[in-house]
C-alpha cells in the first residue's frame, strides 16, 4: 500500500486535512451567510534534520497563506460590512485554532495566525461580482516527517571503494567522480541522489566512483 506524503495528510486528507476541514466548515450555519471561497499557498517552506547516534529526525515547517473571498449583503453599509468581515475573521481563527490542537501529526499547535483583510470591493461570483472582501490568513504548520537512518562510516568506506557503471542504482546520495575505462579520475563529477540511476556517459565503460557522500549535520543551537 502507497504512503500518503505527510504533507497531502496534514492539508488534503478528507477526515483530518486542514482544507478539508475548513471547506467543511464553511458549509455550516455559522458561515453559510459569507458564501464564502477557500484557496492557499505556501510563503516558506523549511526542512530541520537533528542528528542522534543512528537516525536523522526531519522536522518541516510550512509557512501558510489562507485565501478567501466572502461576499456580504449589498444593502449594508461599509462600517457594518466591515464589522460582518471581522466576525468572520474570528470564527475562523477560532475553527483553525481547534484543529491545530486536535490534529495529531502537529508538533505544536497554531499559536499565532496573521490576518489581512481588503476594503470593500467587488468578488467575482457565479459569473457576476457581488460586495464581498478578500482575506489572508498566514500561519506556520510544524511536523515530524519521520526518521531515516544515519550513514555510518563504515558504509561508506565500503561504497567509497567501488565502481558504478551508468544505470546503476546510486547507494548512497552525494558527489561521484567520473572514472576512465583505465581507473584515471577524469575530475568531472556529477550529484546523484539514493535510489536513483547513475547518468549516462560521454564515453564507453567509463563509470562512476563515490568521492563525497551527503552527510547530515545536526543544528547548531
Not at 12 to 32: E, M, R, V, W
Not at 148 to 158: A, L, M, N, Q, W
Not at 180 to 203: C, I, R, W
Amino acid at each position: 500500500m502507497t504512503q500518503i506524503p505527510i504533507v497531502r495528510q496534514i492539508l488534503l486528507d478528507a477526515d483530518t486535512g486542514l482544507l478539508s476541514y475548513l471547506n467543511k466548515q464553511l458549509q455550516t450555519p455559522s458561515f453559510s451567510s459569507f458564501k464564502a471561497q477557500l484557496g492557499f499557498h505556501v510563503d516558506e517552506y523549511s526542512t530541520l534534520f537533528d542528528s542522534s547516534d543512528d537516525l536523522v529526525q526531519i522536522q518541516t515547517t510550512l509557512s501558510l497563506t489562507l485565501k478567501l473571498s466572502i461576499i456580504i449583503d449589498s444593502q449594508l453599509q461599509e462600517q457594518e460590512a466591515t464589522l460582518h468581515a471581522l466576525e468572520f475573521l474570528e470564527l475562523l481563527d477560532a475553527k483553525i485554532i481547534k484543529w491545530g490542537q486536535e490534529h495529531k501529526k502537529l508538533l505544536k499547535p497554531i499559536s499565532f495566525i496573521q490576518g489581512t483583510l481588503s476594503q470593500l470591493t467587488n468578488i467575482p461570483y457565479h459569473g457576476g461580482s457581488l460586495p464581498g472582501f478578500e482575506i489572508n490568513a498566514k500561519l506556520n504548520l510544524t511536523y515530524d516527517v519521520g526518521n531515516v537512518s544515519r550513514v555510518d562510516d563504515e558504509v561508506i568506506g565500503e561504497q567509497a571503494s567501488a565502481f558504478y557503471n551508468p544505470g546503476d542504482r546510486t547507494p548512497i546520495s552525494g558527489q561521484y567522480e567520473l572514472i576512465n575505462p583505465d581507473g584515471e579520475a577524469t575530475g568531472l563529477e556529477v550529484t546523484s541522489t539514493a535510489g536513483h540511476p547513475f547518468p549516462p556517459t560521454k564515453q564507453a565503460d567509463q563509470s562512476y566512483k563515490l568521492v563525497d557522500p551527503t552527510k547530515h549535520k545536526k543544528p547548531h543551537s
